[in-house]
Protein backbone atom coordinates (compact mmCIF):
# COMPACT_ATOMS: atom_id res chain seq x y z
CA UNK A 1 0.00 0.00 0.00
CA UNK A 2 0.97 3.85 -0.17
CA UNK A 3 0.40 7.11 1.43
CA UNK A 4 0.33 10.21 -0.28
CA UNK A 5 0.68 13.50 1.78
CA UNK A 6 -0.87 16.70 0.36
CA UNK A 7 -0.20 20.04 -0.18
CA UNK A 8 -3.07 20.65 1.78
CA UNK A 9 -2.34 18.21 4.57
CA UNK A 10 -4.39 16.01 3.97
CA UNK A 11 -3.52 12.18 3.07
CA UNK A 12 -4.42 9.95 0.17
CA UNK A 13 -4.16 6.08 0.38
CA UNK A 14 -4.12 3.32 -2.41
CA UNK A 15 -3.46 0.27 -2.60
CA UNK A 16 -3.85 -3.56 -0.01
CA UNK A 17 -6.42 -2.90 2.55
CA UNK A 18 -6.14 -6.52 3.80
CA UNK A 19 -5.41 -5.31 7.82
CA UNK A 20 -7.98 -2.04 6.80
CA UNK A 21 -4.04 0.23 6.47
CA UNK A 22 -5.48 2.64 4.83
CA UNK A 23 -7.87 4.03 6.97
CA UNK A 24 -11.37 3.91 5.47
CA UNK A 25 -12.99 1.53 7.63
CA UNK A 26 -12.93 -1.01 5.46
CA UNK A 27 -10.89 -3.59 3.91
CA UNK A 28 -11.06 -3.27 0.61
CA UNK A 29 -8.42 -3.08 -1.66
CA UNK A 30 -7.91 0.03 -3.45
CA UNK A 31 -6.89 0.66 -7.28
CA UNK A 32 -7.21 5.03 -7.10
CA UNK A 33 -6.37 6.88 -4.13
CA UNK A 34 -9.47 7.40 -1.61
CA UNK A 35 -8.90 10.21 1.25
CA UNK A 36 -7.61 8.51 4.59
CA UNK A 37 -10.65 9.19 7.37
CA UNK A 38 -10.13 11.67 9.82
CA UNK A 39 -7.28 13.65 8.64
CA UNK A 40 -8.72 17.22 6.98
CA UNK A 41 -5.55 19.64 7.28
CA UNK A 42 -2.55 19.03 9.24
CA UNK A 43 -0.51 15.88 8.08
CA UNK A 44 2.95 17.02 7.96
CA UNK A 45 4.44 13.46 7.14
CA UNK A 46 4.04 9.76 6.25
CA UNK A 47 4.82 6.61 6.75
CA UNK A 48 4.72 3.22 5.62
CA UNK A 49 5.37 -0.29 7.75
CA UNK A 50 4.59 -3.95 5.62
CA UNK A 51 1.01 -3.50 6.57
CA UNK A 52 0.42 -0.45 8.77
CA UNK A 53 0.48 3.49 8.29
CA UNK A 54 1.47 6.19 10.10
CA UNK A 55 1.23 9.55 10.15
CA UNK A 56 2.24 12.66 12.13
CA UNK A 57 0.45 15.55 12.85
CA UNK A 58 1.59 19.22 12.82
CA UNK A 59 0.90 19.22 16.88
CA UNK A 60 3.51 16.60 17.24
CA UNK A 61 0.98 13.49 17.67
CA UNK A 62 0.98 10.21 15.84
CA UNK A 63 -1.95 8.60 14.03
CA UNK A 64 -1.75 5.14 13.08
CA UNK A 65 -3.87 2.79 11.35
CA UNK A 66 -4.01 -1.51 10.09
CA UNK A 67 -1.79 -4.25 11.11
CA UNK A 68 -1.13 -4.09 14.98
CA UNK A 69 -0.44 -8.00 15.59
CA UNK A 70 2.93 -7.31 17.09
CA UNK A 71 1.84 -3.57 19.02
CA UNK A 72 3.19 -2.07 16.41
CA UNK A 73 0.17 0.55 16.61
CA UNK A 74 0.90 1.62 20.30
CA UNK A 75 -1.77 0.79 21.44
CA UNK A 76 -1.35 -1.39 24.62
CA UNK A 77 -3.12 -4.34 22.61
CA UNK A 78 -2.68 -5.74 19.61
CA UNK A 79 -6.14 -4.87 17.79
CA UNK A 80 -5.97 -4.07 13.85
CA UNK A 81 -7.38 -0.60 13.11
CA UNK A 82 -9.12 0.36 10.13
CA UNK A 83 -9.40 3.56 11.08
CA UNK A 84 -6.67 6.04 12.50
CA UNK A 85 -5.68 5.86 16.57
CA UNK A 86 -3.04 8.15 18.10
CA UNK A 87 -0.35 6.21 19.44
CA UNK A 88 -0.43 6.43 23.19
CA UNK A 89 2.44 8.22 24.83
CA UNK A 90 3.07 10.95 22.22
CA UNK A 91 1.06 13.72 23.50
CA UNK A 92 3.48 16.10 21.31
CA UNK A 93 6.92 16.81 19.93
CA UNK A 94 7.04 13.93 17.60
CA UNK A 95 8.98 15.56 14.72
CA UNK A 96 9.67 12.65 12.01
CA UNK A 97 8.26 9.31 12.29
CA UNK A 98 9.81 6.22 10.51
CA UNK A 99 8.88 1.80 10.02
CA UNK A 100 10.40 -1.35 9.96
CA UNK A 101 8.33 -4.24 8.70
CA UNK A 102 6.46 -4.86 12.00
CA UNK A 103 8.07 -1.85 13.94
CA UNK A 104 7.38 1.87 14.46
CA UNK A 105 9.89 4.60 15.11
CA UNK A 106 9.48 8.40 16.54
CA UNK A 107 12.01 11.03 16.69
CA UNK A 108 11.28 13.63 19.27
CA UNK A 109 12.34 17.42 19.17
CA UNK A 110 14.88 16.02 21.99
CA UNK A 111 16.80 13.58 20.22
CA UNK A 112 15.55 10.66 21.68
CA UNK A 113 13.85 7.56 19.32
CA UNK A 114 10.40 6.19 20.69
CA UNK A 115 9.64 2.70 19.75
CA UNK A 116 7.64 -0.44 19.43
CA UNK A 117 6.20 -3.54 17.71
CA UNK A 118 7.92 -6.31 16.96
CA UNK A 119 11.28 -7.04 18.72
CA UNK A 120 12.02 -10.37 17.14
CA UNK A 121 15.49 -9.36 16.52
CA UNK A 122 16.35 -6.84 18.94
CA UNK A 123 15.16 -3.80 16.93
CA UNK A 124 13.96 -1.87 19.29
CA UNK A 125 16.82 -1.59 21.28
CA UNK A 126 15.73 -2.97 24.31
CA UNK A 127 18.28 -5.20 25.33
CA UNK A 128 15.64 -7.76 24.92
CA UNK A 129 13.63 -9.83 22.50
CA UNK A 130 10.05 -8.95 24.47
CA UNK A 131 7.36 -7.24 21.69
CA UNK A 132 5.90 -3.93 23.04
CA UNK A 133 2.77 -2.89 22.31
CA UNK A 134 3.21 0.94 24.33
CA UNK A 135 6.06 3.46 23.01
CA UNK A 136 9.27 2.94 24.63
CA UNK A 137 12.62 4.95 24.42
CA UNK A 138 15.88 3.50 22.32
CA UNK A 139 18.51 2.36 25.10
CA UNK A 140 21.73 4.59 24.89
CA UNK A 141 19.94 7.37 22.39
CA UNK A 142 19.50 9.81 24.97
CA UNK A 143 19.70 12.86 22.38
CA UNK A 144 21.41 14.00 19.08
CA UNK A 145 19.05 11.76 17.06
CA UNK A 146 18.31 13.74 13.56
CA UNK A 147 16.97 10.78 11.67
CA UNK A 148 16.33 7.13 11.65
CA UNK A 149 15.54 4.53 8.98
CA UNK A 150 13.97 0.89 9.29
CA UNK A 151 14.40 -2.45 7.37
CA UNK A 152 12.80 -5.95 7.92
CA UNK A 153 14.22 -6.75 11.66
CA UNK A 154 16.83 -3.42 12.14
CA UNK A 155 16.97 0.11 12.44
CA UNK A 156 19.50 2.72 12.00
CA UNK A 157 19.40 6.13 13.63
CA UNK A 158 21.63 9.19 12.60
CA UNK A 159 23.48 11.51 14.91
CA UNK A 160 23.90 15.21 14.72
CA UNK A 161 27.97 14.08 15.31
CA UNK A 162 26.97 12.66 11.68
CA UNK A 163 27.93 9.74 13.19
CA UNK A 164 24.84 6.26 12.58
CA UNK A 165 23.52 3.67 15.53
CA UNK A 166 22.22 0.46 14.51
CA UNK A 167 20.29 -2.63 16.01
CA UNK A 168 18.29 -5.99 15.54
CA UNK A 169 18.68 -8.07 12.98
CA UNK A 170 22.43 -8.43 11.00
CA UNK A 171 21.91 -11.57 9.27
CA UNK A 172 24.16 -10.50 5.85
CA UNK A 173 25.95 -7.65 8.06
CA UNK A 174 23.29 -5.14 7.81
CA UNK A 175 24.13 -3.53 10.92
CA UNK A 176 27.70 -2.02 9.47
CA UNK A 177 29.83 -3.53 12.21
CA UNK A 178 32.32 -6.64 10.77
CA UNK A 179 30.41 -9.14 11.88
CA UNK A 180 26.62 -10.73 11.05
CA UNK A 181 26.11 -11.42 14.72
CA UNK A 182 22.43 -10.04 15.71
CA UNK A 183 22.55 -7.05 18.50
CA UNK A 184 19.29 -5.99 20.73
CA UNK A 185 21.32 -2.91 21.90
CA UNK A 186 22.75 0.24 19.63
CA UNK A 187 25.90 -0.41 18.35
CA UNK A 188 28.51 2.05 16.19
CA UNK A 189 28.48 1.98 12.60
CA UNK A 190 32.07 1.48 11.32
CA UNK A 191 33.98 3.53 8.58
CA UNK A 192 31.36 7.12 9.75
CA UNK A 193 33.26 9.31 12.23
CA UNK A 194 31.32 11.95 10.87
CA UNK A 195 30.08 13.61 7.96
CA UNK A 196 26.90 11.12 7.34
CA UNK A 197 23.86 13.76 6.25
CA UNK A 198 21.04 11.23 5.85
CA UNK A 199 20.14 7.30 5.53
CA UNK A 200 18.01 4.64 4.14
CA UNK A 201 18.07 0.91 4.63
CA UNK A 202 16.81 -1.48 2.03
CA UNK A 203 15.40 -4.96 3.43
CA UNK A 204 18.92 -6.02 4.90
CA UNK A 205 21.06 -2.90 4.49
CA UNK A 206 22.09 0.49 5.67
CA UNK A 207 22.98 2.89 3.09
CA UNK A 208 24.46 6.31 4.07
CA UNK A 209 24.66 10.00 2.03
CA UNK A 210 27.79 11.93 2.87
CA UNK A 211 28.20 15.34 3.10
CA UNK A 212 30.54 15.39 0.07
CA UNK A 213 27.99 13.61 -1.94
CA UNK A 214 29.27 10.12 -1.66
CA UNK A 215 26.95 7.30 -1.00
CA UNK A 216 27.99 4.22 1.19
CA UNK A 217 26.11 0.83 1.47
CA UNK A 218 26.53 -2.34 3.47
CA UNK A 219 24.35 -5.55 4.06
CA UNK A 220 22.63 -7.69 1.34
CA UNK A 221 24.37 -7.74 -1.85
CA UNK A 222 23.15 -10.49 -3.90
CA UNK A 223 21.42 -8.45 -6.29
CA UNK A 224 24.43 -5.99 -6.35
CA UNK A 225 21.95 -3.32 -4.66
CA UNK A 226 24.84 -1.78 -2.70
CA UNK A 227 25.93 -0.71 -6.28
CA UNK A 228 29.62 -1.56 -6.06
CA UNK A 229 30.16 -3.82 -9.21
CA UNK A 230 29.75 -7.30 -7.26
CA UNK A 231 27.32 -9.16 -5.48
CA UNK A 232 29.11 -9.94 -2.17
CA UNK A 233 27.45 -9.31 0.69
CA UNK A 234 29.42 -6.15 2.48
CA UNK A 235 29.50 -6.19 6.50
CA UNK A 236 30.95 -2.67 6.17
CA UNK A 237 30.24 0.35 4.77
CA UNK A 238 31.47 0.39 1.12
Known sequence: HAAILMADGTVRMVGANNYGQLGINDKVNRSTPVPILGISSQAVAVACGHTTTYILMADGTVLTCGNNRYGQCGQNN?????????????????????????????????????????????QLGQNDLITRSTVVAVVGISSQAIAMAGGIGHIAILLSDGTIRSCGLNQ????????????????TVLGVSSQAVAIACSQHGIHVVLQNGNVLGCGINNNGQIGNGDIVNRSTLV
Not at 83 to 105: D, E, F, K, N, P
Not at 175 to 183: A, F, I
Open 172 to 187: FGNLGVNDVVTRSTIV
Open 78 to 122: ILTRSTLVAILGISSQAIAIAASRYSTLILMNNGTVMTCGSNQYG
